[in-house]
């Protein structure tokens, strides 16, 4: 398998995306935020002292998700169509937040979908680390992407 972002002498690059044809493009990722059981109930209380939790944590993922070509070096810059974050309370401990990105462009938009996730965890991480700072960040993953060349790709289902 040949890495597309590393040109003949091993230099990084930026994939020439320009004779590729648009065409409908999704992805969806995950992150999940586990933490003290006594943290989840003052998030879904509303007794967490810098406010609501989720609805912060789903403006900063899309926010990000809108950014990704600003943070990772060789994303290209997408005209996004459509962002939506799912963020639920999953008791007694998790936060599990689905991201995602729709867009028809030559390239896809796993980064995008996997950026939001990430950040929108981050965020609710900033939010809750003053009631506690133990809290872990993990299975960001992506889920599923479909458009482009190389199909449909669903995680548990290649």
Do not use: W
Not at 1 to 8: Q, S
Not at 101 to 120: D, F, I, N, W
Not at 124 to 138: H, P, Q, R, S
């Amino acid at each position: 398998m040949e890495l597309t972002h590393i040109d003949k002498n091993g230099a990084a690059r930026m994939v020439d995306v320009g004779d590729k044809q648009n065409t409908s493009r999704e992805a969806k990722a995950q992150a999940v935020v586990t933490m003290e059981e006594e943290t989840l109930k003052l998030i879904v209380s509303g007794g967490i002292p810098k406010g609501d939790v989720f609805s912060c944590a789903r403006i900063a993922g899309i926010m990000a998700a809108k950014k990704t070509h600003e943070l990772i070096p060789m994303c290209h810059p997408l005209p996004i169509d459509g962002i939506n974050l799912d963020i639920t309370a999953e008791e007694p401990n998790r936060v599990r937040i689905i991201s995602t990105v729709k867009c028809t462009y030559r390239t896809g938009v796993e980064m995008e979908a996997l950026t939001g996730a990430s950040v929108a965890a981050l965020t609710v991480y900033d939010m809750c680390k003053a009631v506690d700072k133990g809290m872990e960040i993990g299975e960001i993953v992506l889920l599923k992407k479909t458009g482009g060349k190389s199909g449909t790709y669903e995680k548990n289902k290649n």
